[in-house]
C-alpha cells in the first residue's frame, strides 16, 4: 500500500515540475495581471475617445428592441427588451487590445529570437560541418601521402 502511494506521489512531483505545467500557471498568473491594465486602458484611455463621439461609457450604448425600454423606479426593472451592444464593445475592443499587446509585446519578440537563436545554431552546425569536411580532407592528403611514401620506399 505504501509503494503505491509513493508511486501516485511521485508521479503528482512529475508532473508538476514538468516545465510546461509551470509556464502554464505563470502564463495564468501574468494574464490575469495583465487583466487589470488592459481593463484600465479600455475605461481611461478607449471609453474616453469613444465618449467624444457619444458617451464615455461604452456600457450605456443601448438599444430597444421591444417596447420603450425605461426603467420602473418602483421596482428596478426594465420595461421592454433591451440590447446592451456597448458591453458588446467594450469586451471586443478589451479583446483586440489584448491580443494585440501579446502579440506585439510577446509573440513577434519572442519568434524574432528564437528565429536569430536558430539561424546562429545553424551557421554553427555549419561551421562544425565545414570543419569536418576539411579534416577529413586533411586526412586523405596525409594517407594519400603515406602510400605515396610506402610506393617509393
Known sequence: MSEKKTGLLEGFKAFLTRGNVIDLAVAVVIGAAFTN????????????????????????????LRGPCEVDPETGMTDGIEILWGSVLSAALSFLITGAVVYFLLVRPMAKYLAKRAAAQAAKEGVQETLEVSELEVLKEIRDALVAQRGQA
Open 37 to 64: 491594465v488592459v481593463n484600465a486602458i479600455v475605461k481611461g484611455v478607449i471609453n474616453p475617445v469613444v465618449g467624444a463621439f457619444g458617451t464615455q461609457d461604452l456600457e450605456k450604448y443601448t438599444s430597444c
